[in-house]
């Protein structure tokens, strides 16, 4: 399967969308960590930050599949 055939696909971790979320989330984290001083054991918070800052952005940029008129 080529790379173009899976740009519009599904996340699965057979396209390599789960690994790439993972490695922004982290990438996130560690920008937010370090714009806080890099405080000692509140990574959690910050992974937690992230995560919803980054799975907002992926469900921004989904498209719907379809427009259905009512």
Known sequence: MS???L???ACSI???C???MTKRVRD???FLWEGAGRPWGRE???WA?????IEGEHHAERKPDRIVAR
């Not at 930050?49 to 800052?53: D, I, V, Y």
């Open 18 to 20: 789960l690994e790439d």
């Open 44 to 46: 959690h918070e910050f």
């Open 28 to 30: 996130r984290a560690f």
């Open 49 to 53: 930050k992230a995560s919803t800052e």
């Open 7 to 9: 740009a519009g696909a």
């Open 14 to 16: 057979s396209t390599g």
């Open 3 to 5: 790379e173009t055939s």
